[in-house]
C-alpha cells in the first residue's frame, strides 16, 4: 500500500544551523506530496507542498524537491530560528483520493 | 474568517461510556475527515466523507462511528470507550479539486 517514512526525531538544533528532515514514500502511482507543521498545543498547518516531479515547494524559508527517482520529498532549511520548533509532518495524496497519508511525524527542537 | 472548530479541546471518560467530539467547519468544504494523533505512529485515518449523506472508513476505523446530515458537521462517535482510544483526535477539511486540507486544533481524549 501507500506510505511514507520519515527520519526518527528528535532532530536539536542550534539556531542559524542548516535543518534537514528526511522523507520518502511508497505509492503505486505519482502523489501529490505535502509538509505540514505542528506548533505545540496547535493542529496541522500545511508548510508546503508539490504535486509532480521535480516540483520544489517553498515557504517561510523551507524547501522541499520532489524526486520521483528517488521517491524523496526531504524538507530543508538554510537557517533555523528558535520559532520554527515544531513537529513536522510529510504527507502524500493519491490523485484518486482526497486522504491524506502521513508519516510519523519528526519533532524539531532549535536551542538559541 | 472561516474555521474549522473542534469540541471539547479536552475530555476524560470512563472504560465503556459513550462518547461524541464534535466538528464543525465554515468553509462550506465537502470533504471532511478525522485523523487520530498517536506517538510513533503520526496521523492515522478513522473515518471520512465526501459530502452529505456519504461516510467511509479509514484505516483505524473499529469502535468509532461518524455520521453527515449536514455540509458543516461531522461528529465522531465512539461507541463504547476504550483505554486503546486515549489519543488526540483531529478533524480536516478541504474542497473538491483543491490539495490543502484545514485542520482543527484538536481534541485530547483520556479514557480511564
Known amino acids: 500500500g501507500n506510505s511514507v517514512t520519515q527520519m526518527e526525531g528528535p532532530v536539536t538544533l542550534s539556531e542559524e544551523a542548516f535543518l534537514t528532515i528526511n522523507c520518502t514514500y511508497t505509492?503505486?502511482?505519482?502523489?501529490?506530496l505535502f509538509w505540514y507543521v505542528q506548533y505545540p498545543g496547535e493542529g496541522l498547518q500545511l508548510l508546503l507542498k508539490?504535486?509532480?516531479?521535480?516540483d520544489k515547494g517553498s515557504n517561510k524559508g523551507f524547501e522541499a524537491t520532489y524526486r520521483k527517482e528517488t521517491t524523496s520529498f526531504h524538507l530543508e532549511k538554510g537557517s533555523v530560528q528558535v520559532s520554527d520548533s515544531a513537529v513536522y509532518f510529510c504527507?502524500?495524496?493519491?490523485?484518486?483520493?482526497?486522504?491524506?497519508?502521513f508519516g510519523s511525524g519528526t519533532r524539531l527542537l532549535v536551542r538559541p | 474568517d472561516a474555521e474549522i472548530t473542534q469540541s471539547p479541546r479536552h475530555k476524560i471518560t470512563e472504560t465503556g461510556r459513550q462518547v461524541t467530539l464534535a466538528c464543525h467547519q465554515t468553509?462550506?468544504?465537502?470533504?471532511m475527515f478525522w485523523y487520530r494523533q498517536d506517538l510513533g505512529h503520526g496521523l492515522r485515518l478513522i473515518h471520512y466523507?465526501?459530502?452529505?449523506?456519504?461516510?467511509n472508513k479509514g484505516e483505524v476505523s473499529d469502535g468509532y462511528s461518524v455520521s453527515r446530515s449536514n455540509t458543516e458537521d461531522l461528529p465522531l462517535t465512539l461507541e463504547s470507550a476504550a483505554s486503546s482510544q486515549t489519543s488526540v483526535y483531529f478533524c480536516?477539511?478541504?474542497?473538491?479539486?483543491?490539495?490543502?486540507?484545514?485542520f482543527g486544533q484538536g481534541t485530547r481524549l483520556t479514557v480511564v
Open positions: 480536516a477539511s478541504s474542497e473538491v479539486g483543491v490539495s490543502e486540507a484545514f
Open positions: 505509492a503505486t502511482g505519482y502523489p501529490s
Open positions: 508539490a504535486t509532480k516531479a521535480d
Open positions: 504527507a502524500l495524496r493519491m490523485d484518486s483520493s482526497y486522504k491524506l497519508i
Open positions: 468553509w462550506n468544504h465537502n470533504n
Open positions: 466523507s465526501y459530502g452529505v449523506h456519504d461516510t
